[in-house]
């Protein structure tokens, strides 16, 4: 079974707006973290943003926020005042227990247009 | 600052050869992993090193595949006999308990492999 879905494989966002991309997951751990990643087309993995299971308050970075619904497993970025630099591809992932590996979702592409 | 560092950056090589690929994690991390990412896909999990001792595979990682990390520094990844099927993006992470609060690991460029 997919333990991540990115379920919006593309996205286009105005520049100054935000924009928002959905991600679940699916996990019988108690204890797990859900990282958003941002890869734009030079390839390199830009780490963004850090939720844990057992965080009371949603995370914050930047213009980058996390909307955590644990009941409805779902771990959507939020990304505000969209800029140009923000076209990338973004993936959302998953650690799960004691393990360390991530497992990721597909990826939405986001393309932010002026 | 140095990040993770991965080298070359680009490989083409014929079916049937061996190579190696290079990752230096950021210096303070103990651990390290390999990922695999095909074109528009998500990275998939390859193996794993806390400092020298690699302590997870993926079904992934078939014997062709042999990864080291001797003294819990630098990481190398070969691939004997390639096949088409490996051309990919190689990716390499670290991090340490200290590197966040959820280990978050950070990516270095990636070896891209074209097997012709």
């Known amino acids: 079974a997919q333990k991540i879905t990115q379920t919006q494989p593309g996205m286009f966002v105005q520049e100054k707006e935000a924009v928002t991309l959905d991600c679940t997951y699916d996990?019988?751990?108690?204890?797990?973290?859900l990282f958003w990643y941002k890869q734009p087309s030079s390839g390199e993995m830009i780490f963004l943003i850090y939720?844990?299971?057992?965080?009371?308050q949603n995370a914050t970075e930047g213009r980058y926020s996390l909307n955590f619904q644990k009941a409805r497993k779902s771990a959507n970025l939020v990304i505000s005042a969209s800029q140009l630099g923000d076209s990338a591809m973004y993936f959302c992932?998953?650690?799960?227990?004691?393990?360390?590996?991530?497992?990721f979702g597909a990826g939405t592409t986001v393309t932010v247009r002026a | 600052d140095t990040g993770v560092s991965q080298d070359p950056r680009h490989k083409i090589t014929k079916r049937g050869q061996n190579v190696t690929f290079r990752c230096d994690p950021i210096?303070?991390?103990?651990?390290l992993y390999w990922y695999r990412q095909t074109l528009g896909q998500g990275p998939e999990f390859l193996t794993y090193?806390?400092?020298?001792?690699?302590?997870?595979k993926s079904r992934l990682l078939s014997d062709r595949f042999s990864a080291e990390r001797p003294k819990g520094s630098f990481s190398t990844l070969e691939i004997q006999r390639t096949e088409q099927g490996d051309s990919a993006m190689y990716l390499c992470?670290?991090?340490?308990?200290?590197?966040?609060?959820?280990?978050?690991?950070?990516f270095g460029p990636g070896t891209r492999l074209t097997v012709t």
């Open positions: 090193f806390q400092n020298e001792a690699q302590l997870e």
């Open positions: 992932a998953m650690r799960e227990g004691s393990d360390y590996k991530l497992s």
């Open positions: 210096s303070e991390h103990n651990r």
């Open positions: 939720q844990g299971s057992y965080d009371q």
């Open positions: 992470a670290s991090s340490s308990k200290t590197s966040g609060g959820g280990y978050e690991q950070y």
């Open positions: 996990t019988s751990d108690p204890s797990y973290g």
